[in-house]
């Protein structure tokens, strides 16, 4: 019986057919499919050599500004001017006629006359107060009012006066309103006067009344209490200076006098030294 129609009666049968190893028939080999490679996107690469088209920048449009109104620049109004004044004169006559006129600071607008001096102007002792009141305005003398009688008794008391040995003056010649104490620049303005006084009377010793006095003659800023205790010399004439308290000072503090009576008893002898 042919193989094939044997192998077809065992498969009806159910029957599993023997082959022999050797004799099976070789198996066909699966067929290889080939894979085509994927291929990688590749980027761009731009040639460095290759000219490129510039992109152009979208033109930006300034939106209009408002137009600059002209402002015209103000100047500042210039401070006004101090008339140049002429020197103090050195003689009395014409030293008085100066200060009469003077208008070097707002003082001379609200005066009623200049207060000069009053006393001997060949004097070993002089008397420096800070400026006129309200009588010495009225009479153009200084020290006229209750401090000026105080200081007359407070002179006899060792022996002077100002009819015949005292010459007396003050840092400003016009009497400041409401009696307050003189500006710096007040005081400055009248600085020349009294420095010229000084130096026609040429007394052997000064005495400032007051804190206001002391600073115009010394220019030291300090209290009255500290300046009495030392030594001091006007610059200018080189004269010996006592620093002590206005009369008007003892008139409010009347307990105080007694400090008023030391300062007097340096004085007389301060006076007595030989020159």
Same mark, same amino acid.
């Given at each position: 019986?042919?193989?094939?129609?044997?192998?077809?009666? %065992?498969? *009806?049968?159910?029957?599993?057919?023997?082959?022999?190893?050797?004799? @099976?028939?070789?198996?066909?080999?699966?067929?290889?499919?080939?894979?085509?490679?994927?291929?990688?996107?590749?980027?761009?690469?731009?040639?460095?050599?290759?000219?490129? +088209?510039?992109?152009?920048?979208?033109?930006?449009?300034?939106?209009?500004?408002?137009?600059?109104?002209?402002?015209?620049?103000?100047?500042?109004?210039?401070?006004?001017?101090?008339?140049? =004044?002429?020197?103090?004169?050195?003689?009395?006559?014409? *030293?008085?006629? @100066?200060?009469?006129?003077?208008?070097?600071?707002?003082?001379?607008?609200?005066?009623? @006359? +200049?207060?000069?001096?009053?006393?001997? +102007?060949?004097?070993?002792?002089?008397?420096?107060?800070?400026?006129?009141?309200?009588?010495?305005?009225?009479?153009?003398?200084?020290?006229? #009012?209750?401090?000026?009688?105080? %200081?007359?008794?407070?002179?006899?008391?060792?022996?002077?006066?100002? @009819?015949? +040995?005292?010459?007396?003056?003050?840092?400003?010649?016009? =009497?400041?309103?409401?009696? =307050?104490?003189?500006?710096?620049?007040?005081?400055?303005?009248?600085?020349?006067?009294?420095?010229?006084?000084?130096? *026609?009377?040429?007394?052997?010793?000064?005495?400032? %009344?007051?804190?206001?006095?002391?600073?115009?003659?010394? #220019?030291?800023?300090?209290?009255? #209490?500290?300046?009495?205790?030392?030594?001091?010399?006007?610059?200018?004439?080189?004269?010996?200076?006592?620093?002590?308290?206005?009369?008007?000072?003892?008139?409010?503090?009347?307990?105080?006098?007694?400090?008023?009576?030391?300062?007097?008893?340096?004085?007389?002898?301060?006076?007595?030294?030989?020159?």
């Amino acid at each position: 019986m042919k193989p094939a129609r044997r192998s077809e009666y %065992l498969a *009806l049968m159910g029957l599993t057919e023997w082959v022999r190893r050797d004799q @099976q028939p070789a198996e066909a080999p699966e067929p290889v499919t080939e894979v085509a490679p994927t291929a990688e996107p590749v980027a761009a690469i731009e040639d460095p050599l290759t000219e490129q +088209t510039p992109v152009e920048s979208p033109v930006v449009v300034p939106e209009p500004q408002p137009e600059a109104i002209p402002v015209a620049k103000v100047s500042e109004p210039a401070p006004p001017s101090v008339p140049e =004044r002429d020197p103090p004169a050195m003689d009395w006559d014409a *030293l008085r006629a @100066q200060v009469a006129r003077c208008t070097a600071c707002a003082l001379h607008e609200t005066r009623t @006359q +200049t207060v000069f001096g009053v006393g001997q +102007t060949q004097a070993d002792l002089m008397l420096v107060g800070e400026g006129p009141g309200e009588q010495e305005d009225l009479r153009g003398e200084p020290f006229v #009012g209750a401090a000026g009688q105080l %200081l007359d008794r407070m002179l006899a008391a060792i022996g002077h006066s100002r @009819q015949s +040995t005292v010459y007396i003056a003050n840092v400003v010649k016009c =009497r400041p309103p409401g009696n =307050r104490k003189p500006h710096a620049v007040e005081a400055d303005a009248c600085r020349g006067y009294l420095e010229a006084q000084i130096a *026609l009377v040429r007394p052997k010793l000064i005495v400032a %009344l007051g804190q206001v006095a002391a600073t115009g003659l010394l #220019g030291e800023d300090a209290p009255v #209490g500290r300046l009495r205790r030392g030594s001091h010399v006007h610059g200018p004439s080189g004269t010996p200076v006592i620093v002590t308290y206005h009369p008007a000072y003892y008139l409010r503090q009347p307990l105080e006098k007694r400090k008023g009576w030391d300062d007097l008893k340096r004085i007389r002898a301060r006076l007595a030294e030989p020159a």
